[in-house]
């Protein structure tokens, strides 16, 4: 199954968080891209072989939208 995953940089440890939107409170962490992708896979299969053992639903991807917006802010913030 894939599975989206969403890498915010971690501005005050380093590294990076991953989580996976599909599957609440599946997060993880690497000090590289590649070692939060590692992590973040072996933390999904972890979750879905909880769920098989609780006979749960599979969760699926689903559809994930990812955006930029620009925000206006006041003068003054900042100074």
Request: with cysteine; charged share 20%; hydrophobic share 40%.
């Amino acid at each position: 199954m894939k599975f989206t995953v969403l890498l915010t940089p971690d501005k005050e440890d380093g590294g990076y968080v991953a989580e996976c939107p599909a599957i609440p409170g599946c997060v993880s962490e690497g000090d590289t891209v590649e070692e939060a992708l590692a992590n973040i896979q072996e933390a999904i299969e972890g979750c879905l072989e909880s769920l098989a053992a609780r006979q749960e639903p599979m969760p699926s991807d689903g559809t994930v939208i990812v955006a930029s917006v620009d925000a206006n802010f006041p003068a003054t913030a900042g100074v």
